[in-house]
């Protein structure tokens, strides 16, 4: 299947700024769909409130607009409901790290199939430029006109610690390998969290004289490993990648069980 | 031979529940509404079905309605502090038009308030407590038997108008216990199917009755559902006409059903010079108290509301232009349900008798009030 054809045509020109990296994200995540043969029907792509979430509504699936944070509650109901669909969730920092993090944690705990991918631009862009749980230390917000007094999560440790039995970063300065660690996210049966790191130039990069989107690009290739392995740099790549008993797998198979007039333990 | 057994109200709406074909239950323990959970939780894996317990019940509905659009009978249960979390989920179930029943069983308040004890002061709350001009349906079951009962109708109602329903009772309503008979449901109603090609569907365009057919996700329907304002195709918009046209039709839908949806027991009341007017658990001290009242030849009255929203207001109209009657409203709240009743009833014609301490308002306190009133 052509990712073109996963599109809503009839929705563009999408509502994202000049320069916002979540198109890149987004194209990563159509590419990886594109090559695994799926049925479009059978897929279900959530999202929760924010500059992220509007992605939802440009994607030719079963597609669901929530509550701010909500996404991945919202998704497990679905899931839970029905596991033959394939869950994805689109979320960003804001939507995910802080009003969402309980949800974050618990998906993880639980090791629901679901594929979280994050789009962090370290800002609130919907709302124009506040701080979020990603934005570094010190950097500027319309919230933190002196600089962020906040330290912020590193959600790849987050989601590691909650329990995610896949947990991988890209970056926008890397498409390809976003869109590789994203389809082995979608193929991985289990919770798995991808972090998106994007440029959001009209309102972090904006604050922070970062210069225009290219340079903001820029910015992230130095100052990401790809490899993993650079010293001083976020590193890239996949981090977490096991096998544990998924959730709705576990939750059916144990009630056949029991209809059986097995007796649980 | 009936299905006859004694069990708590909590139970009895396990019970309603599955007979009516829930098959997804996610929620969060709080008292007085845990036995529901509890019940769920044994019951539903036998029966197939999915129960999860959330990390809290701003999950839980969430889990709830998208077990919903999965084409799932899905509910919660939660009492005061839960519902207040649910609040914003239960908009967007009311904005997008998704079925839950969602039940409250209601414990005193502000804050923590009084876990283990009965209140009624949630009733506002059931009607306006998340933002925005919306629909709800909420039933107000009195006994085990009605518990049952309305969790059925619960059920019906959402899948028949596309809309999240409430069920209200008191703590004294979800933990007494009485004989029930379980009786098989005379009608299970299902949601609407589309009938058009997917090609040609728009999820958003209601018949006539205003009614969307939403189609389960998965089913070869592809469609956007946002809460945000949306167009008959799902996706959002600005247009003012679209905005006012979405809200006046998610309302109207209700509004147009109030004969359908509305439901209530009028006792003794066309001759009436004093009506008791109440819901929930007041309905036991009041249905004692009218009975007395009526073998000592006092001309008194009782109307139980059972749909608390839509509000029976025609019926108090009608009562009141027939018999200029005074009326009794015993309810555990500070004078919620009074207030409501003085749309229909002038206030000098309403008499409360007000309790919101945890105990149940006695036959002394209301018989006393009807003295009163009848002198």
Redesign the interface.
Known sequence: MNYKDMLRAD?MPHIWCPGCGHGIILAAFLRAMAAKEVD???V?V?SGIGCSARA??YL????????HG?AI??????????P??MVVVLTGDGDCAAIGG??LI?GARRNIDLTVIVFNNSIYGMTSGQYSPLTPHRKKATTAPYGNFDHPFDLVELAKGAGATFVARGATAYPRQLEKVISQGLDHKGFSVIEAVSQCPTYYGRRNKMGSAVDMLHWIKENTSPGGKEEGKIPLGVFVQVQRPEYCSN?YE??ES??RGEKGE | MANKKLIQGNEACVEGALAAGV??F?GYPITPSTEIAEGMAERL??V?G?F?Q???E???I???????????K?MTATSGPGFSLMQ??IG?AAMTEIPVVVVDVCRGGPSTGTPTKGSQSDFMQTRWGTHGDHPVIVLTPSSVQEVYDETIRAFNLAEKYMVPVILLYDEVVGHMREGVVLTKPEEIIERKKPSVKPEDYRPYAAAEDMIPALAP????Y???????SHDETG??TGNPKTIQGLLERICGKIEANRHDIIKYNAFDVDDAEAVILAFGSPVRTARHVQKEARARGKKVGLFQILTAWPFPHEALQEIYAKTQASFVIPEMTLGQLADEVSKSVPRDKIYSVLRNDGEMITPAQLEEAVRRVLE
């Not at chain 1, 509650?73 to 029905?82: E, M, V």
């Not at chain 2, 592809?222 to 945000?228: E, M, V």
Request: hydrophobic share 45%; net charge neutral.
């Open positions: 929705k479009p029907d059978k279900v959530v939802s509504g030719d699936f079963n597609t669901l607009h929530t509550t909500r509650a919202f998704a497990t109901g679905i899931k839970l409901a029905n033959e669909l309980n949800h618990h939750y144990s009630i029991l209809a | 098959r997804f996610a894996p036998l197939g999915a999860i959330m990390e809290d701003i999950a839980s969430a889990a709830a309605i998208g077990a919903s659009i999965a084409g799932v899905a914003e989920n967007f996700f998965g089913t070869g592809r469609y956007h559902i946002t809460g945000l996706f959002p």
